[in-house]
């Protein structure tokens, strides 16, 4: 599989969907368009070798449709590897709606949104992601039955964010003892950017291990109020990747590292719940490993989520649920010392074993 990715502003130079680099081999990819709820939609199903390809739905405002594209193909290639190096029964998928959330998402969209994914038969299952709450997944409900974070009080696992948020949490202490000698973030300086549901229960969870906390986001209303609800500092500066810390943890939207800010990282590590924080995988996994930056890979890290709504399809606990969430902390040292020992990059390192774990099922289903 390849681990570049193309820029959405040069899609035009290509093929539109074949030709470009985020595709990867993808088994399928929906377009989903709806005149009367206004709703455009793409669905990206990856891989099914391990199983049904389950992702959230992402509905964002993207400036154009190649844009949603890229988007949505390099997320659901991330599922597949997550959920690989997870040990889960799943494939990858990942969904998109393009239009403002809080202004164009209705009822009637979400639902018509569903019948499409039950037109998949169950090949994608799908859940909530960014512009998304676990209500519009109860809608989606309503109309077919693949579809994962619903409320508990319909039989299912509930908002997966404070679990993902706990599985980066536990990421984020295991490259801090990979790093430091300790996995004590006490008197840590780490900056966290983007602060929507998962990166406030990460706050959460920094700040009661006494940790220096600081934040960023574009939502100055939500600033102010994580930082009276929890005591941080808001980040008032213009170039957020030149400061002074112990760890970034980017938790909004991914590609944050990339050309024109990796090389400003002051930070010793990076440790966040974003999706695709490398904007060229091998280029930028490269460099950090040159600049001896520990990075703990996204899609292990951010893995909390997709374990919660797993639980929905298996049918195990809370419990089940944490003990899986809190091991994300041995797998994430196995991979860094991995890497370390062959002197690969930590991207390079768990994708190795998500990939491994998917030839070998493949080889199972051909017997």
Not at 44 to 67: C, D, F, K, Q
Not at 150 to 155: A, D, F, K, L, T
Not at 171 to 191: P, Q, R
Request: proline share 2%.
């Amino acid at each position: 599989m390849v681990t570049d990715v193309i820029k959405a502003n040069e899609l035009h130079k290509v093929d539109p969907v074949f030709g470009q680099l985020s595709f990867d081999n993808h088994e399928q990819v929906v377009f989903c368009n709806d005149k009367d709820t206004g709703l455009k939609a793409i669905i990206g199903i990856h891989n099914t070798v391990l199983g049904p390809a389950l992702g959230g739905t992402r509905m964002w405002n993207y400036s154009n449709e190649w844009e949603a594209l890229n988007d949505v193909l390099r997320l659901s290639r991330g599922m597949t590897f997550k959920s690989a190096i997870t040990g889960l029964n799943l494939g990858g998928g990942k969904a998109v709606i393009i239009g403002d959330a809080k202004t164009q998402k209705t009822p009637e969209l979400m639902k018509k949104f569903g019948e499409f994914v039950h037109s998949l038969s169950g090949r994608y299952i799908t859940a909530e992601d960014v512009g998304m709450e676990t209500s519009d997944m109860d809608l989606v409900r309503q109309v077919t039955p693949y579809v994962t974070g619903i409320s508990e009080e319909i039989g299912g696992a509930g908002n997966p964010s404070p679990i993902t948020a706990y599985g980066v949490f536990m990421g984020m202490k295991a490259a801090a003892k990979f790093k430091f000698g300790s996995d004590v973030l006490e008197d840590k300086n780490i900056f966290v950017q983007g602060i929507g549901n998962v990166g406030e229960a990460l706050v959460e969870h920094l700040v009661d291990e006494g940790a220096k906390v600081t934040i960023a986001d574009i939502n100055q209303e939500r600033l102010e109020a994580i930082r009276k609800k929890y005591g941080v500092t808001i980040y008032g500066g213009s170039d957020l990747y030149s400061e002074d810390m112990d760890i970034y943890a980017p938790c909004a939207l991914g590609a944050t590292i990339n050309d024109d800010t990796i090389y400003k990282l002051k930070a010793k590590v990076i440790a966040g719940a974003a999706n695709n924080q490398l904007a060229v995988e091998e280029k930028h996994g490269k460099i950090l490993q040159e600049r001896d930056i520990v990075y703990a890979p996204d899609f292990l890290i951010n893995a909390g989520g997709i374990i919660n709504v797993y639980a929905e399809l298996e049918g195990y606990d809370k419990k089940e649920i944490m003990r899986k969430t809190e091991n994300i902390y041995n797998t994430t040292l196995e991979i860094l010392t991995n890497a370390k020992t062959h002197n690969i990059t930590t991207n390079h390192a768990a994708l190795n074993i998500a990939q491994n774990r998917i030839e070998t099922r493949k080889k199972e289903n051909k017997r």
